[in-house]
């Protein structure tokens, strides 16, 4: 058993982590909950509460994806992927929150910076890249906000970096929650229309 220990550790303080979801919190100190009208992460808290506090909330959201990696490395350096699968669960499905957060990109984007940069600096650089062609011509056909169609596009070609530059495990176990998450907005909003 004592061997487990160091996994459940880097596991259950993720998820908690995770589950501090900065979008909330924000708008929880305003008197509000966010995500009566909006996701809860950094674009949707840009929408509802403009830039200075989008900054924030996404500043404070990375933290907790790096303070999860950082712990998973200092605990189990081969197992940082489980620190990004739990970190980004919490934050998808906080619970503290109802099990209603956020799309999960900030504190993947936060774990990343430590467990492996150079697929992070690819994955920037590609959502970047796809973020203003897509709001030039797929997003009226969409109707999908341009970050998460960005990340879709952004993920495959992080994987294809981080099989050369390290993270893929990472990167996987963040990104199958992601796509979980973002499975049942979709599958939400069609119920709502």
Not at 11 to 33: E, F, H, K, M, T
Not at 62 to 90: E, I, K, N, Q, S
Not at 139 to 168: C, D, H, I
């Amino acid at each position: 058993m004592r061997a487990e220990m160091p996994f459940l550790i880097v596991a259950l303080a993720s998820y908690l982590l995770g589950s501090l979801v900065g979008g909330v919190l924000y708008s929880r100190l305003r008197g509000q909950d966010i995500r009566e009208r909006d996701l809860p992460g950094s674009s949707g808290t840009f929408r509802q509460y403009g830039l200075a506090a989008a900054a924030g909330v996404m500043a404070f959201d990375v933290l907790r994806g790096a303070l999860a990696a950082w712990l998973a490395h200092t605990l189990t350096p081969d197992a940082t992927w489980l620190a990004m699968l739990f970190v980004v669960l919490g934050h998808c499905y906080p619970v503290f929150f109802r099990f209603q957060g956020g799309g999960g990109i900030a504190p993947l984007l936060g774990a990343l910076l430590v467990a492996a940069p150079l697929t992070l600096l690819g994955l920037l650089g590609t959502g970047l890249a796809v973020i203003p062609l897509y709001k030039a011509t797929l997003q009226r056909r969409v109707g999908l906000n341009a970050v998460p169609f960005a990340t879709a596009v952004a993920v495959p070609v992080g994987l294809l970096l981080a099989l050369r530059w390290g993270g893929a495990a990472d990167l996987l176990a963040g990104g199958a929650v992601m796509a979980l998450r973002a499975g049942h907005l979709l599958a939400a909003e069609k119920r709502a229309t």
